[in-house]
Nanobody
């Protein structure tokens, strides 16, 4: 059974930091590109960051470049999102995604991140 379990969300003040984790099970983690998406109220889900399966190359949304860092630990079947210099526009539900081709596409349940003073 495929599972992606996010953790690490919460309430943080502007300028603060959070580290999200996504623990994967039920599939060969190292074969999958891993991504973080987010969805704010009234907005479409958007890609935040992606890390490839092989060379761990990374891509980021322009809005988070220089502030967020995605990483993976294949030994622990876990992907991380380090988020620094958070602002109110980063408030959203953050989702973990695993993808290997069109038919192998899995999602976590999401974790809420709220940036507020």
């Amino acid at each position: 059974q495929v599972q992606l379990v996010e953790s690490g969300g919460g309430l943080v003040q502007p300028g603060g930091s959070l580290r999200l984790s996504c623990a994967a099970s039920g599939f060969t983690f190292s074969n999958y590109a891993m991504s973080w998406y987010r969805q704010a109220p009234g907005k479409q889900r958007e890609l935040v960051a992606r890390i490839s399966s092989l060379r761990s190359s990374t891509n980021y949304a322009n809005s988070v470049k220089g502030r967020f860092t995605i990483s993976r630990d294949n030994a622990k079947n876990t992907v991380y999102l380090q988020m620094n210099s958070l602002n109110a526009e980063d408030t959203a539900v953050y989702y973990c995604n695993a993808q290997a081709g069109i038919t192998r596409d899995y999602w976590g349940q999401g974790t809420q991140v709220t940036v507020s003073s």
